[in-house]
């Protein structure tokens, strides 16, 4: 059941006409048929059913934004320091001296947009294992374009500087 309706399926059109399959690659909803991108080893693929044209799960084509709007690190190591706060640009996510890679990804206002994650000069998916040590700098960049290979209408950027302790001295 969907708002309260019962449907035999779900296809496209099948809950009224704004309604169907999308599909997010690395969270990013590709805004292309499925036949037409390619899957690479660690991609994470997710097919979502919509009935609102992608606006009621994440993906809301009339709201052109990149913001980043929080980070999830895939397990706690650290500290980010300052707080998330969407204004700011740079953050520290101190360590002890036993981590040797995090991993992370940015929650974003709109899934539309697509984030690259780099860190010493290597591009990393979401949640993939990013090896750190004192002063490793990650930059997480986001970029929403109407189309895939389109130029950017807007675009956010934030870096986080690792910061290692070491428990024992302190």
């Known amino acids: 059941t ?3 309706e019962y449907y035999e399926s779900f296809g496209e059109f099948d809950a009224e006409a704004a309604s169907g399959w999308m ?5 990013w909803f590709i805004n292309m048929g499925a036949s037409e991108f390619s899957v690479e080893d660690g991609d994470t693929i997710e097919w979502l059913y919509t009935c609102r044209l992608g606006a009621d799960i994440g993906c809301d084509w009339l709201n ?3 913001e980043i709007a929080g980070i999830i690190f895939k397990s706690n190591y650290g500290t980010l320091s300052p707080a998330f706060d969407k204004s700011a640009e740079e953050y520290t996510y101190t360590v002890s ?9 940015a929650e974003l206002e709109n899934y539309w947009s697509k984030v690259t994650y780099k860190s010493e000069g290597k591009t990393y998916k979401p949640n993939q294992a990013i090896p750190v040590s004192d ?3 990650i930059t997480l960049e986001s970029s929403f374009a109407e189309f895939a290979g389109g130029s ?8 986080i500087t690792i910061k290692v302790t070491d428990p024992e001295k302190e």
């Open 2 to 4: 969907l708002n309260g």
């Open 23 to 27: 599909v997010k690659q690395n969270d």
């Open 64 to 66: 052109p934004s990149a």
């Open 97 to 105: 001296s036993s981590v040797r890679s995090i991993c992370l990804r």
């Open 135 to 137: 002063g490793t700098v």
């Open 152 to 159: 950017a209408s807007d675009t956010d950027k934030i870096s």
